[in-house]
């Protein structure tokens, strides 16, 4: 299994970039995947959430209104849309997958924790300049 993140970059503040996820070894129907970062000298935390379907997202606070996940799961790849990019955004985001099945599909409104998931991609830098 491999979650391969790309899309990252520098981009000054007020910028956009798309990150890709795409995932080898793995259906993506039968997952529900998120979006986390991690700063230098910070803990790693959540940026999104997406369920197998599309039909749940949601966003840490920071980041809402601003971040747009969607996934493709023709293609097997996840994205986040970031647009209005701010310094603090600055960190290396990584991907991740959990794996979901048809009988629990109503458990997919609720987020897991970065405990829960399965797979990890490799992460993607992403600087902001100001």
């Known amino acids: 299994v491999q979650l391969q993140a790309s899309g990252g970059g520098l981009v000054q503040a007020g910028g956009s970039l798309r990150l890709s996820c795409v995932a080898s070894?793995?259906?993506?129907?039968?997952?529900?995947m998120g979006w986390y970062r991690q700063a230098p000298g910070r803990e790693r935390e959540p940026v999104s959430y997406?369920?197998?379907?599309?039909?749940?997202?949601n966003y840490a606070a920071s980041v809402k209104d601003r971040f747009t996940v969607s996934r493709d799961n023709a293609k097997n790849t996840l994205y986040l849309q970031m647009n209005s990019l701010v310094p603090e955004d600055t960190a290396v985001y990584f991907c991740?997958?959990?794996?979901?099945?048809?009988?629990?599909?109503?458990?997919?409104?609720?987020?897991?924790?970065?405990?829960?998931?399965?797979?990890w991609g490799q992460g993607t830098q992403v600087t902001v300049s100001s």
């Open positions: 997406i369920s197998s379907d599309s039909s749940t997202t």
């Open positions: 991740a997958a959990k794996k979901t099945s048809a009988s629990k599909r109503y458990l997919e409104i609720l987020t897991p924790t970065e405990y829960d998931y399965d797979h």
């Open positions: 070894g793995i259906n993506l129907n039968y997952y529900v």
